[in-house]
């Protein structure tokens, strides 16, 4: 994400929580979780620097600056055990949420009650809650910081000493820095749940994409598998009965496979079918469609093809794919093949008869060519 030279800042923010399972999503909230933990400290830090030693502050000012550092540091200290040890996103959140809104409670009855720069900060909270929790949590942290204001604005008439410790203190400079501190704080809320959104999102929509390749096509050899090759083979033809067109599906049988795999082994076996299927793929028209429907079995669904002469022509071209010795690791092999073919809608009309019909060709092909051997 952020690198400086070698240093990775996301190595620094994946130190604050526990990194076991649930993939990609909870590890991105679990990041949001532990970088704003660590903001809210560092700017909390900050204000406390810049007012201890910029501001004109007196002892008391300082004791209470002090005992609001100390309110919001351990919430953030007890976020991070929750998140790390723990492993429980929403109770750090809430914890740190609550922390925060104490510390500020605080801050706001000791320095103007209502109309306390302090007070205004506590708009952060729904915002914080809905984005990092979810959209009912950010109505009950919003519930609860107007309870909030309502308490610190109904405190005089309530017979509840209001003071302003700080009375040194520019308001218009305490206002800017409230002001700006909400703002700030929202804007990381946001921009850092859109980024880690928007990660999210590519990342589920490429795990669907990979998910949707291995659904649909073979794991070894990259083409179509038997389950979508049918699926397939069902819509051509939907599409040829309503256009009354037609098309050829070719049924290839590899022969002596089960010899070359039993004699030189598994993996030259699988270097067969993978360059036999690549070259293939890359051999047939554009149009037509190559499938591995079993062990050493494939098929060709070939548009436009609408008589047997069109087929032998395409058994033909199959035929010189399979005359051309293919180049292994183990050096050339020349592979032998049975093919059958069906047409619709002359053999057959629905994918069941057109594959039997083309499996009991290519078996009829096999058994001549078995016979004209002896």
Known sequence: MFKFKSFNILSLVDSFHSKTGGGNAR????????????????????????????????ERSLHIMRVFFVFVGVGALLSIYILRTLNQRVFAVNTLIASLGLALIYLSIMTGGIESPAAICLIIFPAVAALSIDFKAGIIWGILAVISWTLLFASPYLGVPVQNAMPDVDDRLSFFVSIFTTHLFIAFVALYYNKTSKNLREKLLKERREYHYLANHDAHTGVINRRRFLELLKLEISRCEKSESTFCLFFIDLNDFKKANDQYGHHFGDEILEVFSRRLRHRVREIDTVARIGGDEFCIISRDMGNEEDAKRGERRIEEILQEPLSLKEGKYTLKASIGWSIYPYHATDYEALLKYADQHMYEVKRLKKAARK
């Open 27 to 58: 590890l991105y909230r679990h990041r949001f979780v532990a970088s704003l933990i660590l903001s809210v400290l560092f700017y909390i830090s900050l204000i406390i620097l810049v007012a201890t030693y910029f501001l004109p502050l007196g």
